[in-house]
């Protein structure tokens, strides 16, 4: 241990320090750890909202939507599904076909988005039909011949819909008869009831086959898009931009973070001001850091001047303060690090926080502390305490010793 450390080690140890240094000291290192766990909390919050709403969200949508820029529709896509399925960085490529359409049974009726998918295709790509709370995820046609359809958990708690029941899908789409344009009504049969876990897809989604939207909706053997899934999230607009080279005019791609930029920008901006504002903390905590040294210059004057009359240098005062507010930090940090992420741990193991998922999209506060934000977190309230020794080190360092020791 060097000489700086031994004083700086000893002026905090010391029985001797009035009551007032010692509560103000034990103050500073509660004040850093304070800091310190609030904002690991905070950020592996935020962290976890984002992680946990992107996984949620790409579990029942792609991560790439090829489009015809036409209202017509892809007719040819089988073959382009044939083309495409060799570009670099694609997992899967599926149709789909979207309507919006009227859900009625047993006197209640609400909109749902009706989505046509390729079951065997969607099983493999999709995680909505994986995550089938009741029922089965099989489309196979009853003993009558009535199609069948899945629906959100949610939904089908709000129109009391079971595993087994029967209800009519309406499309505003019509058909042309002699008295006008009449909307085209099909009867479905509620084969399995799915829960993907977010709130938006498992309050306002059902799947039915490609045959049986098209059919609804009036049309031919035709999808609306493309859905791609990637290999890397990363690379998504890489190889939306290479799809729309391959699939030649008349195509554009959105990727995911294009459909829900407005959200994860928002995400982002939260997770800048609530570092700054709760980083705060650290800073009160580093005044308080600033106030102890203060207060150990002035007590420990007269020592000050007897170790520079022995032939102390006046780098080596200032660094004995320096390292008793780094020590003072790095007990505070190590304290806050270990607190907030055991808190982090606990809370996102247990589910501690409750949330109500028709506001959040999700029923828990989820936590997702990485390594990363522990290094810039330490850095940073490290160099705010350094910061705060440099006066009272440079005071220390200016003790004239003849001044304190010429009535001794």
Not at 115 to 131: H, I, Q, T, W
Not at 151 to 175: C, F, H, M, N, W
Not at 186 to 200: L, Q
Request: proline residues 4%; glycine residues 8%; aromatic residues 8%.
């Amino acid at each position: 241990m060097t000489f700086e450390w031994l004083v700086a080690l000893r002026y905090l140890r010391s029985p001797n320090r009035p009551a007032v240094l010692r509560l103000v000291t034990l103050l500073a290192i509660i004040g850093v750890a304070a800091g310190v766990t609030t904002l690991v909390i905070a950020l592996s919050m935020n962290t976890g909202f984002r992680q946990a709403i992107r996984d949620r969200l790409l579990s029942v949508t792609a991560h790439v939507n090829l489009k015809p820029t036409s209202p017509e529709g892809i007719h040819d896509y089988r073959e382009r599904i044939a083309q495409l399925n060799g570009a670099p960085g694609v997992r899967s490529i599926v149709p789909a076909i979207y309507n919006t359409v009227l859900l009625s049974c047993g006197g209640r009726a609400r909109g749902v988005v009706l989505k046509g998918v390729d079951p065997e295709l969607e099983l493999k790509a999709s995680g909505a039909l994986r995550y089938v709370a009741s029922g089965s995820s099989s489309f196979a046609a009853d003993a009558d011949g009535i199609p069948a359809m899945l629906v959100g958990r949610i939904l089908a708690d709000e129109l009391k819909i079971s595993a087994g029941d029967y209800v009519t899908l309406t499309s505003p789409q019509g058909s042309l008869t002699p008295f006008g344009m009449l909307p085209r009504s099909r009867r479905f049969r509620v084969a399995g009831i799915f829960d993907s876990g977010f709130y938006d897809y498992d309050a306002n989604w059902a799947f039915v086959t490609l045959a049986s939207a098209q059919a609804l909706a009036g049309v031919g053997d035709v999808v609306s898009l493309l859905e791609v899934r990637v290999a890397r999230l990363d690379d998504a607009q890489a190889v939306a931009d290479d799809l729309v080279h391959r699939s030649g005019p008349g195509f554009a791609a959105t990727t995911w973070m294009d459909e829900n930029r407005a959200l994860f920008r928002a995400l982002s901006l939260e997770k800048l001001v609530t570092a700054l504002f709760i980083g705060l903390i650290t800073f009160v905590a580093g005044l308080n850091i600033l106030v102890v040294l203060t207060m150990t210059v002035t007590e420990r004057a007269r020592d000050i001047a007897v170790l520079m009359a022995m032939g102390t240098r006046r780098r080596q005062i200032r660094r004995v303060f320096i390292l008793q507010g780094l020590a003072v930090s790095v007990v505070g940090i190590i304290g806050g690090l270990v607190t907030g992420y055991g808190f982090a741990w606990i809370a996102d193991r247990w589910r501690l926080i409750p949330l109500n998922p028709e506001v959040y999209a999700i029923p828990y506060v989820p936590f997702h502390a990485n390594a990363f934000d522990a290094i810039w977190i330490a850095a940073a309230a490290l160099a705010i305490s350094v910061a705060a020794t440099i006066l009272p080190a440079r005071s220390a360092a200016r003790i004239l010793p003849v001044e304190i020791l010429r009535f001794e």
